[in-house]
C-alpha cells in the first residue's frame, strides 16, 4: 500500500452502514427473512462525487474523495481506491450489515504538480466488479509576489524596459451577490446552526464549495465566515478551481442508541443440547438508555432466512449509560432442520418500546453454523 495512502486510511469516515430491509409492521425484525441483508445480482456500481472531472487544486491542498458504493449487498469483498492505479486505500470485507448503498471518504494530501487519475473500485466475493475513474490537475503551488505592485518592468536583449504583464489575481476567492435575503449558517446544511441572515444584494466573496456544489462558504463583511445556499448567490466568476470541504462536523444528535456490536455461539452447536448466546450492546447516545426486556435471540435458517422459533427467548438489558456496554447472555436449545445452516439473529429492543435515535441498527447475526444431530438421529 502506498505510504502516504495508508497513513490516511485510518482517517477514512464511513458514515452511517444502514439495513436495507425495513422491519414489519410489528416492527419486530427477527420475525421472518424480510429482515435479511438484500443480495444483488450481477456487479456493484460505483459513483465519485467529489473531486468532479478537471477539477483544479493548488499543490500541498488536501484533496476529499468522496464516493458511494451502489448495489453493495453482504458479499462486497472489497472496495479499493487507486491514484494513478497505485493503491491509496482499502478495505476488505467492508458490508457487514449488507447495506445497499455504503458511502466512503478518504484524503489525499497533495504534495507535487500533474495530472492524476483516482479510481475507486468495488468487488464481488464472485470477482465481478466496479470501477470509476475521475482525472484531476494538482497546480504548482502560487509563489507570493515579491513587490506591492500589479506591475512590474523587466528588460528585453537591448537593455530596454518592457512592461510586464500584471499579476495573475488570487483565484481562492470569486466574487458574489445575494440575488435573495438568506440564512448563513456554520456548515453546508439547514442541520447546522444558524448565524445570521444577508439582505439581497449583499456581496460575499467565495472560498470554498461542499462536494455537491449546493453550497458555500463564504467571507462577508471583511472576514466573517459562514455557509450560505448556492441557489442565493450570483457568481462573479468560475468556482472551478476552488477548494472542495465537506465542513464541520454536525452537532451531536441527542438521545439513546443501543447497538449490537457483536454475536457469538460457541460451537459445535449440538441438537437438544443447551448452547449459550452471548451478545454485546453498546448505548452510542448522548443520553441513559432505561432497562428494557425485549431483547430477544432466535434462530434463522441460512437458505431460506426463515425463522425457526414463534417464541424466541428473552432477556433484559441493564440501563446503560451513554457509551457505556454490556454483555447478554441467552441459553438456546435447538431442535429442528438438524445438519443444515443456521445463524442466531439478536435484537434488542425488539418492537421499538424506546425512542432511539436511529431504530435500523438494533440487530446483529452470529456466524453461521451447522447444527449437530447429537441425540435427535
Known sequence: MHSEGASRWSKVCWLALIWVALVSAGCNLGISGEG??????????VHIAAPWPGQSFEAGATVIVQARVEKAGPDLARI????????LGERLNPNETGAAVLPLTIDWPTSKAGDFTISVLAERGDGSFAREDVNIIVMPKAEPASAPSTESTRSDAAGANVLA???LADKKRVGGTMTQPARIRAGPGAAYD????????????????????????IEYDGSIEAWVYAQSVRLAGDIAGLPVESGPPLP???????????VMIEPPVVCNQESIVKARVRNDGTDEAQSVAWVI??????????????????AYLKTLDAAEEDTIEFPITLTTHVSEEQFIRVVVDSGNHLPE????????????????PGSCV
Open 36 to 45: 435479511a441483508p438484500e443480495a444483488f445480482e450481477g456487479p456493484p456500481a
Open 165 to 167: 504583464a500584471p499579476a
Open 194 to 217: 444558524l448565524l445570521g441572515n444577508l439582505d439581497e444584494n449583499h456581496e460575499v466573496m467565495i472560498v470554498a464549495v461542499n462536494p455537491t456544489r449546493d453550497w458555500y462558504r
Open 80 to 87: 479499493s481506491v487507486l491514484l494513478n492505479d497505485a493503491l
Open 252 to 262: 451531536a444528535e441527542q438521545g439513546v442508541n443501543l447497538l449490537v456490536l457483536d
Open 297 to 314: 435471540a432466535e434462530p434463522v435458517l441460512v437458505d431460506s432466512g426463515a425463522s425457526l422459533s414463534d417464541n424466541p427467548p428473552l
Open 357 to 372: 435515535m436511529d431504530e435500523t441498527d438494533n440487530a446483529r447475526d452470529s456466524a453461521a453454523f451447522i447444527l449437530e
